[in-house]
């Protein structure tokens, strides 16, 4: 395709980041993230995180020696295991001791898996150096929105430096973070696939911007995913009746980018424990009760 060959070279065994890829390669999500220090309105706490992950079943927590012994454990069972992610249920970044631990312990044991993140982005200036430290090439970064006006209307809160913050202040700290990591990523050479939830009546004119603005700083791919809006998981998006994009209305707007970074459409919003090919879930293989006791 259009993407150059030392790009190629790194994202060909990616499932996510290489369309071809995710029919040969397996990828596996460990949830070891809980917490988080945004709070978005499509956030349902008691499911996964929504950067990347459907609601409906809450994911098994695990400490970081729990999820490396899973590791071990898909490892053996499924020999196209080429990624580890850590994706939630919270923020990745947050709690970054439990995402570094969990690589470290990993590494020790299987050093050719490659590793990636994703991250609402508020944590990620503070750890971009401890990111390649720990040889993570992917990174994913949740954008929903690049005008802090907009912002407002998605993110009723954050925590940053031990308080809390609310409105446009909030807003303008959570995007300001979010463009200074990806731009200090991109100039270290990490791939950064951008993920923008697709919100009608709050964002869907806006993506374009977006769009404009990652490409500018050199994100490699755009994930459009439409907004998950069911009033029955408590979503403050789905109490107050915000409907999601019909899927006219996503690839319209995909449609829309298309001069923009490269674009993926088979992202599958997968669990935050999610096991195996894209598109499948072996996660109930192998919750931890089906684990071997083995000491990491
Ligand atoms: Fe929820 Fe993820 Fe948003 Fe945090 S970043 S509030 S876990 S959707
Ligand atoms: Fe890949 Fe999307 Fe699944 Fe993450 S949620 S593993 S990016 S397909």
Redesign the pocket.
């Known amino acids: 395709g259009d993407v150059p060959e030392q790009v190629w070279e790194r994202i060909k065994d990616h499932p996510c980041f290489s369309e071809e890829a995710h029919h040969y390669f397996a990828r596996m999500h460990v949830a070891v993230a809980p917490a988080?220090?945004?709070?978005?309105n499509?956030?349902n706490?008691k499911y996964d995180?929504?950067?990347e992950s459907r609601p409906g079943v809450t994911s098994e927590r695990l400490t970081p020696e729990q999820a490396a012994r899973k590791v071990m454990a898909v490892a053996a069972k499924v020999p196209q295991l080429s990624v580890l992610g850590i994706a939630?249920?919270?923020?990745s970044l947050f709690d970054w001791r439990r995402t570094f631990e969990t690589f470290r312990l990993v590494a020790a044991q299987m050093p050719d898996l490659k590793f990636c993140i994703s991250t609402?982005g508020l944590a990620l200036p503070d750890h971009v150096d401890e990111l390649a430290q720990y040889n993570i090439d992917h990174v994913t970064i949740?954008i929903n929105a690049v005008d802090p006006e907009i912002a407002t209307k998605i993110y009723p809160w954050i925590y940053f430096n031990g308080r809390r913050y609310t409105g446009i202040e909030a807003a303008r700290i959570l995007l300001d973070r979010q463009m200074e990591g990806l731009e200090r990523l991109t100039a270290k050479g990490v791939l950064v696939k951008i993920n923008s939830v697709l919100i009608p009546g709050i964002n869907d004119r806006h993506l374009i911007e977006v769009n404009k603005a990652i490409k500018a700083r050199g994100a490699f791919l755009h994930n459009v995913m439409p907004l998950i809006s069911d009033p029955s998981h408590g979503t403050r998006f789905g109490l107050d009746g915000q409907r999601g994009p019909t899927a006219a209305e996503v690839k319209a707007v995909q449609d829309s980018l298309g001069g923009g970074a490269h674009l993926m459409r088979h992202c599958r919003q997968c669990r935050a424990d999610a096991v195996g090919m894209l598109g499948e879930d072996l996660s109930r293989d192998f919750t931890l009760d089906k684990i071997p006791e083995a000491p990491v």
Do not use: K, M, S, V
Request: with cysteine; charged share 10%.
């Open positions: 988080c220090n945004i709070q978005c499509y956030c706490r995180c929504a950067n939630g249920p919270g923020d609402n949740t």
